[in-house]
């Protein structure tokens, strides 16, 4: 109780005190358990006042989860610090609030706090590059942590891409290339040999590509969509007069195949009542080896 009752910082005798309660091996189990509690929760006050937030926010930051990777993140900004000593105080507060709370959930991790940093790293565009700090984390933890710590940062910045964009301003355009750069990058160096995050690298790569060239929006979920990417298509060729080669060009960024793409050119040629529009992308498309059968097949059906 009167560990619990003191304030912050403790007084070197009350420290003493507890670590020889602690260490006192004819002291109830549940009396350790309950003062080990105490002695975390007021570590963990310690580091809050530190970031220059008050200790009356403690309970709040302890309330859930969400809010104490919230303050995670809120360590991150703090200049009072080097960017070094923010991760080493970061992994000191999630390693403390683990020991709390024993049944803590994924979102609470070692794993977490370096993803956490790696996207202040990337927003603040500040050394060490996440690439650079990537290989910190190779070197210092092993291939399987790097790995896991790379899935959960491209995870999380998928995810971000993907979201929904409240103004399609420059600034937004901007900072959603730079994202896009920076997921592709960490795919690239670390994640080569994965299929699964090579197919997401090539969205990426299409996504980015839209939205440079074209000033797309462009979401993943849309480009796994066969109706969306003949809807897009179909748009892109009727909106303007395109050669053959601007269509295959712009199909191949919405992952569709020359077949795919010689086939909707053909039978929107046909449907426009145009015989010699018709003629023409036909004519170009026999050249496509890939689209000759196509060609064949829609001329006979038609």
């Keep these: 109780m009167v560990a619990k009752g003191a304030h912050l910082p403790w007084s070197r005798r009350l420290s003493e005190t507890v670590q020889s309660v602690l260490k006192n091996p004819h002291v109830d189990l549940e009396i350790k358990?309950?003062?080990?509690?105490?002695c975390r929760t007021a570590e963990m006050g310690?580091?809050?006042?530190?970031?220059s937030t008050p200790l009356g926010m403690l309970d709040a930051v302890l309330a859930s989860e969400y809010n104490f990777i919230k303050f995670i993140r809120f360590m991150f900004t703090h200049d009072r610090y080097g960017v070094a000593q923010?991760?080493?105080?970061?992994v000191k507060m999630v390693g403390t609030y683990c020991l709390l709370y024993e049944e803590h959930t994924p979102l609470v991790s070692l794993s977490r706090v370096y993803v956490l940093y790696a996207e202040y790293l990337q927003k603040a565009e500040t050394d060490p590059t996440v690439l650079q700090f990537l290989e910190e984390v190779r070197t210092e933890k092993g291939e399987q942590f790097l790995i896991e710590v790379a899935s959960r940062l491209v995870d999380d910045w998928k995810r971000q891409v993907d979201s929904a964009v409240g103004l399609w301003t420059e600034t937004s355009k901007t900072k959603r290339i730079k994202l896009l750069t920076a997921t592709k990058s960490v795919i690239l160096r670390f994640m080569s040999n994965d299929r699964h995050y090579m197919e997401v690298y090539e969205n990426l790569c299409s996504i980015q590509k839209l939205q440079e060239n074209y000033?797309?929006?462009v979401i993943t979920p849309q480009l796994e969509s066969k109706e969306w990417r003949d809807a897009s298509l179909k748009e892109f060729?009727?909106?303007d007069e395109r050669s053959l080669l601007e269509v295959i060009s712009f199909s191949s960024l919405l992952r569709m195949t020359r077949d795919e793409a010689s086939r909707l050119?053909?039978?929107?040629?046909?449907d426009s009542g145009?015989?010699?529009?018709?003629?023409?992308i036909v004519r170009l498309s026999l050249f496509n080896l890939h689209g000759y059968f196509?060609?064949?097949?829609?001329?006979h059906s038609s």
């Design 33 to 38: 358990r309950s003062l080990e509690s105490v």
């Design 46 to 51: 310690q580091m809050l006042m530190s970031y």
């Design 86 to 90: 923010r991760l080493l105080d970061a």
């Design 215 to 217: 000033n797309m929006y």
């Design 237 to 239: 060729i009727v909106r």
């Design 265 to 270: 050119s053909i039978k929107l040629a046909v």
């Design 274 to 280: 145009n015989p010699l529009g018709t003629l023409t």
């Design 294 to 299: 196509s060609a064949l097949i829609i001329l």
